[in-house]
T-cell receptor
Framework: DTGVSQDPRHKITKRGQNVTFRCDPISEHNRLYWYRQTLGQGPEFLTYFQNEAQLEKSRLLSDRFSAERPKGSFSTLEIQRTEQGDSAMYLC??????????????FGQGTRLTVV | DQQVKQNSPSLSVQEGRISILNCDYTNSMFDYFLWYKKYPAEGPTFLISISSIKDKNEDGRFTVFLNKSAKHLSLHIVPSQPGDSAVYFCAFDAGNMLTFGGGTRLMVKP
């Protein structure tokens, strides 16, 4: 399977703990996105990378959140000092952006975080 | 400030009939629109898209219509099948990211 993969699929953590999620995009894709989805809502943009450069961050991404894409391939999203409000599905997506017209993003299956 | 709205949280349709899902947007600068489908415990899956230079795009049972003057997007599924039961999100491409509506849950009854 050469789609976007995310690990872990589920994470339960105690409030105040740190968690880290991993995303492996489609190999030839140069753009990688992180989204968050809560129940009854559509995915909300958090941040994106063009190759290894983090080019945009949403105001939803508080200073407890940090994302990296060190070699322009996989990415990690870390949440420090988790709060119950961080409970959500965290979605990673990738796309190939070039000189041609818009292209769709392909999503992974997500990591469901529950903070207790 | 919701830039994309899906006003119907749910829709129930009989198998074989047409499903029409609607989406309204506020920013006339948007030029590329997409529909995604999402099953429980899975990530969204791309379904169909349309550029603002068109008013219709068709792919098999799925047709997307764009009314730029009304800032309205719709997805038609004909004929609807039970396997189409899922949550459908409209989205627009803002250049660097996708902005999604809140979703409509479609239930197709056998």
């Amino acid at each position: 399977d050469t789609g976007v993969s995310q690990d872990p699929r589920h994470k339960i953590t105690k409030r105040g703990q740190n968690v880290t999620f991993r995303c492996d995009p489609i190999s030839e894709h140069n753009r990688l996105y992180w989204y968050r989805q809560t129940l009854g809502q559509g995915p909300e943009f958090l941040t994106y990378f063009q190759n290894e450069a983090q080019l945009e961050k949403s105001r939803l991404l508080s200073d407890r959140f940090s994302a990296e894409r060190p070699k322009g391939s996989f990415s990690t999203l870390e949440i420090q000092r988790t709060e119950q409000g961080d409970s959500a599905m965290y979605l990673c997506a990738s796309s190939l952006v070039g000189t041609s017209a818009n292209t769709e993003a392909f999503f992974g299956q997500g990591t469901r975080l529950t903070v207790v | 400030d919701q830039q994309v709205k899906q006003n119907s949280p749910s829709l129930s349709v009989q198998e074989g009939r047409i499903s029409i899902l609607n989406c309204d947007y506020t920013n006339s600068m948007f030029d590329y629109f997409l529909w995604y489908k999402k099953y429980p415990a899975e990530g969204p899956t791309f379904l169909i898209s349309i550029s603002s230079i068109k008013d219709k795009n068709e792919d098999g049972r799925f047709t997307v219509f764009l009314n730029k003057s009304a800032k309205h997007l719709s997805l038609h599924i004909v004929p609807s099948q039970p396997g189409d039961s899922a949550v459908y999100f409209c989205a627009f491409d803002a250049g660097n990211m996708l902005t999604f509506g809140g979703g409509t849950r479609l239930m197709v009854k056998p």
